[in-house]
């Protein structure tokens, strides 16, 4: 099935060494964005791609980067992870611009831990 | 101007009932509104979505009920059951020629008892 895929499930990585979250797509769709979401919270969007396109959110810390070398894949960079960098990251992914259809599909997310 | 309120915070719905969520909003670009639902450890799914030129959409038991005017739109759950427990997002977007970037409500915790 086309889906988002996201890997790891699970990351634990300490306090300011840079850890990298990853994420793929076959649903051919040419927007990607990194969200943040923390327990409880709605999720925060970080920063998009339009296709090579990057928009980056104007509150997003310089401490997180991207990058997405094809369509298909988008990583997420942490630099220097602190503390309060701990919360669940979701990849999501839209298609064409047609606003009635322009729906984001999320993936199942990566659970950071900062020890 | 971007913001999203979204009531209320929880609710506990007994099965067979109907669960009520309800969401406002300010800023009158918003041109699509989606309803995510979301399972502990899970992404968002979505569930349900309705442009600002209908006022009602039906899809099984959910329906969204928009109202342009008072700009307010709302989730309904009919017959609901405990496989619904979920956190409930509403959001709202514009199409900035860049991607659809949504404003995401609150959320809301459903739990439904046997």
């Known amino acids: 099935d086309a889906m988002v895929i996201q890997n790891p499930r699970y990351q634990v990585t300490q306090f300011g060494k840079p850890v990298t979250l990853s994420c793929s797509q076959t649903?051919?769709?040419?927007?990607m964005y990194w969200y943040q979401q923390k327990s409880s919270q709605a999720p925060k969007l970080l920063f998009h791609y339009y296709d090579k396109d990057f928009n980056n959110e104007a509150d997003t810390p310089d401490n997180f980067q991207s990058r997405r070398p094809n369509t298909s894949f988008c990583f997420l960079d942490i630099r220097s992870p602190g503390l309060g960098d701990a919360a669940m990251y979701l990849c999501?992914?839209?298609?064409?611009?047609?606003?009635?259809?322009?729906?984001?599909?999320f993936g199942p997310g990566t659970r950071l831990t900062v020890l | 101007q971007q913001q999203v309120k979204q009531s209320p915070q929880s609710l506990i719905v007994q099965k067979g009932g109907i669960s009520i969520i309800n969401c406002a909003y300010e800023?009158?670009?918003?041109?699509?509104f989606p309803w995510y639902q979301q399972f502990p450890g899970k992404g968002p799914a979505l569930l349900i979505a309705?442009?600002?030129?209908?006022s009602e959409k039906k899809e099984g038991r959910f329906t969204i009920s928009f109202n342009k005017s008072a700009k307010q739109f709302s989730l309904h759950i009919m017959d609901s059951q405990p496989g619904d427990s979920a956190t409930y997002f509403c959001a709202a977007t514009v199409v900035t020629g860049g991607g659809n970037k949504l404003t995401f409500g609150t959320g809301t915790q459903l739990k439904v008892e046997l």
């Open positions: 999501a992914t839209s298609g064409p611009r047609d606003r009635y259809t322009d729906t984001q599909y």
């Open positions: 800023n009158t670009a918003f041109d699509y």
């Open positions: 649903l051919n769709h040419n927007v």
């Open positions: 309705i442009r600002p030129d209908v």
